[in-house]
């Protein structure tokens, strides 16, 4: 989420604390609870409202919680949708992944702010 209020933002905004990382665990949460068929009906009204506060509150990070929601999901699908055969492999590599993207975008995102 993080990564994605670095590159979406301007480059003088500020942005402070973890509200994108728990987007993230919230999505996953979701993510992983219905792939065990687990009951997500509490779960699915508190990212609704938390993104009616992202949307509705001026200075609020849209792309931070936005980013949080898809690296979250993404993750989380990793991990709990990775074929039972090699699951440990294609989950570190599905991780690693992400990890590697998220980085590149930071760097490419640096690289063009200092020119």
């Given at each position: 989420g993080n990564v994605a209020a670095y590159l979406f933002?301007?480059?003088?905004?500020?942005?402070?604390g973890a509200s994108t990382s728990i987007f993230g665990l919230v999505l996953?949460?979701?993510?992983v609870?219905?792939?065990l068929r687990l009951d997500i009906?509490?779960?699915?009204?508190?990212?609704?409202?938390n993104l009616i506060f992202?949307?509705?509150i001026p200075n609020v990070s849209i792309a931070g919680h936005i980013g949080g929601l898809v690296v979250g999901g993404a993750v989380?699908?990793?991990?709990?949708?990775?074929?039972?055969k090699r699951r440990s492999q294609i989950q570190a590599l599905g991780c690693a992944a992400v990890f590697v993207v998220l980085i590149v975008?930071?760097?490419?995102?640096?690289?063009?702010?200092?020119g």
């Open positions: 933002t301007p480059q003088n905004a500020q942005a402070a996953a949460m979701i993510v609870n219905r792939r009906s509490q779960l699915i009204p508190l990212l609704v409202v992202t949307f509705s989380a699908f990793v991990l709990a949708y990775a074929p039972t975008a930071a760097v490419l995102r640096t690289q063009a702010i200092l």
